[in-house]
């Protein structure tokens, strides 16, 4: 085995996220039809190709007109103007509205010259084939104005931005009809040793459940990656190093157990032996032992066996450079005092909820590595920096999950 100081040890969050951003490939993007793009992140900002609103328009049905016409206007003394057209979307108004006159208008209708004001068809009464009371002023609030919501050439999504529904009619409004976004990151996905086994199948004495594959698998997705599941590898060199091979063109393998300090790890063997470690162990609890090298180039995130741990490395360290978006934090207030560690970074695992001044966050009870049950109940990790202390009361950043 190659001596440790080979390659660095027990190194921070930040720096394990910078090894493995890294350690990956350069990441092609594609350019896809809006309806093909959901769930996609941006590969480069987009600029509107239009003003929205294009025009002064209506934001309601009623009637458009001067505002100084009817300032007098009120439910006992209506003003009456002169009806001398219709604007509707698509076809507006030709003419100029003077004094005393109006256009009928609709919602989103182009306002027509001379006008400046409306007035809702709730507060309008007939008065012949040609004229209309007013029963309230018109007014000025209700005129959609022309490149209020954003403007030729300024920019409405940002690159990096995850494509949701409300981002994709945003896209469309500024007149785009596909938009560049990352490919996907492939991921292929394995499980070692010889104490796991599928869920549903039945148990032997010593034996687990892969529970890593059901949650890791979950939370790639989540992350808009495309997995590629390769089952499990026994605790085997030879078999392991053929589960390495089998990759099939994945940019990254995550794979789960193997990387401790035990006799038969043997994913940290091999990469040490056989292929290059870029580190070994993070200053963080739990997930410590986590392991990121390249087998034959090809990058390689080894996480701990154990359940929590794998889920936390994961989410802390392999999120935000997969997804290339920074984690959701906030900082809250300390519903119990949270464990310290003098050298390594703590993630405890919390609750969410409202105290008596605002938020505040609360442990979930067992923080055991093992404990997924606690996992699952909880929605946001404590983080508490290495050597700190949080006390009940102090305020703590807070991952949410």
């Known amino acids: ?195 796991v086994v599928a869920p549903g199948q039945p148990l032997q004495a010593g034996q687990v459940y892969d529970s890593n594959s059901a949650g890791l698998h979950a939370l790639l997705h989540q992350d808009g990656c495309e997995v590629l599941p390769l089952g499990r590898a026994p605790d085997s060199p030879e078999a392991l190093a053929a589960a390495l091979e089998g990759t099939g063109g994945v940019d990254l393998l995550v794979s789960s157990g193997g990387v401790s300090m035990g006799r038969y790890d043997f994913l940290r063997d091999l990469l040490i032996e056989r292929g290059q470690v870029s580190f070994w162990k993070i200053r963080m609890r739990p997930g410590g032992p986590a392991l990121l090298g390249t087998w034959n180039g090809l990058p390689v995130l080894g996480l701990p066996g154990n359940p929590v741990s794998s889920l936390v490395v994961y989410s802390v360290v392999a999120r935000p450079v997969l997804t290339g978006a920074p984690l959701r934090t906030v900082r809250l207030r300390a519903g119990n005092a949270f464990r310290s560690l003098p050298d390594r970074a703590a993630y405890w695992r919390g609750v969410v909820g409202q105290g008596a001044e605002g938020g505040v966050v609360r442990d979930v009870g067992a923080q055991g590595s093992a404990m997924l049950r606690a996992l699952s109940h909880a929605d946001a990790l404590v983080a508490v920096p290495e050597g700190g202390s949080v006390n009940a009361g102090d305020e703590v950043e807070v991952i949410l999950l």
């Open 1 to 195: 085995m190659v001596p440790p100081a080979a390659f660095p040890m027990f190194v921070s969050v930040e720096d394990a996220r910078a090894h493995l951003h890294a350690l990956l490939p350069t990441r092609p993007h594609e350019t896809l039809p809006l309806q093909a793009a959901l769930g996609r992140t941006l590969a480069e900002s987009v600029t509107a190709r239009v003003s929205h609103p294009g025009a002064d328009n209506s934001a309601l049905d009623g009637i458009a007109c001067r505002e100084a016409d009817t300032r007098a206007a009120t439910l006992e003394t209506p003003v009456r103007l002169r009806v001398v057209g219709e604007s509707r979307a698509g076809a507006a108004h030709a003419g100029t509205v003077g004094p005393g006159e109006c256009v009928r208008i609709y919602t989103g209708a182009t306002l027509p010259a001379g006008a400046e004001a409306i007035c809702p068809v709730e507060q309008l009464a007939d008065d012949g084939p040609h004229h209309v009371l007013l029963r309230r002023p018109a007014r000025k609030e209700d005129v959609r104005r022309a490149g209020e919501d954003f403007q030729l050439g300024q920019t409405v999504l940002m690159a990096g931005a995850r494509l949701t529904p409300s981002r994709l009619a945003l896209a469309a409004a500024a007149g785009h009809a596909e938009l560049p976004v990352w490919r996907p990151w492939r991921v292929g996905l394995l499980s070692t040793g010889d104490e």
